[in-house]
């Protein structure tokens, strides 16, 4: 894929180890497999309870020696499935560094005409249509919990996001809640084959705005791990519902797919400043915190020395003493 660039470190030794915690953390999606404009300082191999994440997870700093931590979702060549992505990992991985807000990337098809190949999307919503076959909770038996997951992204995060993107791309290119008056919904499919015709015309019934085969399980385990999370979706296609146009091919992505990494490492050079300023201030990152605690259903005494070890990966210190 014409998309893939090494980084200009990426042969040179970097530090395995990151002593300060990471509080902001940015998934690349497909064609955005590291952030040109950051120089990482060090490139760690994280091992949790759930495995090992996608990627190993560059670290870089901002001109003022903020940490920045970069995950590519499907690996660094793309070789994973989007329903192999072991998100669990990715999300432990990143909590277990201290990262407390998510921006992720993502291609997606588009399900409205106005939306246009190379768009931004801001989504607030989502309907799920992954086929539950994906691991897509830390809760297991033995200890249930149960989270809210009205609104899957951080509305906070959302708005900083599109206030600041709006600076820099044109008003046209940019859809969100604010611009579009109405939720943005984020279809979410199973893949790894596109939709059919019908099943693109469905969603666009419900309302869709774009879809694409990974936001979940990811936004609802950083949900469960207490973390601020919002996807920025960039658009490629317009999927298949279209039935003036060919239906979506990799062919088509492929062809957005330059402009849209272009596009997303020029959008960070903004929005990573602004993420920074607001993550110091504490404005953003803390919402959620001890959500989690309080979604337990299990009682405490009974809970395993083994599932509770797990859940100390995530929450170091937080939960009852082992049985
Ligand atoms: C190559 S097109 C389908 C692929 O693209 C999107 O990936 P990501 O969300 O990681 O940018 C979509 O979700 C599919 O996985
Ligand atoms: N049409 C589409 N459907 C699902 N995921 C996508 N990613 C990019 N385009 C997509």
Same mark, same amino acid.
């Given at each position: 894929m014409s998309a893939h660039r090494t980084e200009k470190t990426e042969t040179a030794q970097?530090?395995? $180890?990151?002593?300060?915690? !990471?509080?902001?953390?940015? *998934?690349?999606?497909?064609?955005?497999?590291?952030?040109a404009s950051l120089e990482p300082v060090a490139r760690l191999t994280v091992?949790?309870?759930?495995g090992f994440p996608s990627s190993p997870i560059t670290i870089s700093r901002t001109s003022t020696g903020f940490p920045i931590a970069f995950l590519a979702r499907h690996g660094l060549h793309h070789d994973l499935l989007p329903t192999d992505v072991p998100s669990q990992a990715n999300i432990a991985a990143l909590k277990s560094l201290g990262v407390k807000v998510i921006v992720a990337f993502s291609a997606v098809g588009?399900?409205?005409?106005?939306? $246009?190949?190379?768009?931004? !999307?801001?989504?607030?919503? *989502?309907?799920?249509r992954t086929k539950g076959i994906r691991p897509s909770t830390f809760f297991e038996s033995g200890f249930v919990g149960h989270v809210g997951f009205g609104e899957?992204?951080?509305?906070?995060?959302?708005?900083?996001?599109y206030n600041t993107c709006k600076d820099t791309i044109a008003p046209q290119k940019l859809h969100s809640p604010a611009t579009e008056k109405k939720d943005t919904l984020l279809?979410?499919?199973?893949?790894?084959?596109?939709?059919?015709?019908?099943?693109?015309?469905?969603?666009?019934?419900?309302?869709?705005?774009?879809?694409?085969?990974?936001?979940?399980?990811?936004?609802?385990?950083?949900?469960?791990?207490?973390?601020?999370y919002q996807m920025i979706c960039m658009a490629t296609d317009y999927d298949a519902w279209n039935v003036n146009e060919e239906p979506v091919t990799v062919e088509t992505v492929v062809s957005n797919l330059k402009a849209n990494g272009e596009n997303a490492n020029k959008l960070a050079t903004t929005l990573i400043p602004a993420l920074e300023k607001a993550l110091v201030a504490g404005e953003i990152g803390n919402d959620l915190k001890d959500t989690s605690k309080s979604s337990i259903s299990t009682n405490p005494n009974a809970v395993t020395r083994?599932?509770?070890?797990?859940?100390?990966?995530l929450f170091p210190g937080n939960w009852p003493a082992y049985k």
């Open positions: 970097l530090p395995h $180890s990151f002593s300060e915690p !990471v509080t902001l953390a940015i *998934i690349g999606g497909t064609g955005l497999y590291h952030m091992s949790t309870p759930w588009s399900l409205q005409e106005h939306v $246009s190949p190379r768009d931004f !999307v801001i989504p607030n919503q *989502i309907i799920d899957p992204f951080d509305k906070k995060l959302g708005e900083l996001i279809i979410c499919m199973e893949g790894p084959a596109f939709s059919t015709r019908a099943e693109s015309q469905l969603y666009r019934s419900w309302g869709g705005t774009v879809i694409n085969m990974s936001c979940i399980p990811e936004s609802k385990l950083a949900k469960e791990a207490e973390i601020s083994q599932l509770l070890e797990k859940m100390h990966f």
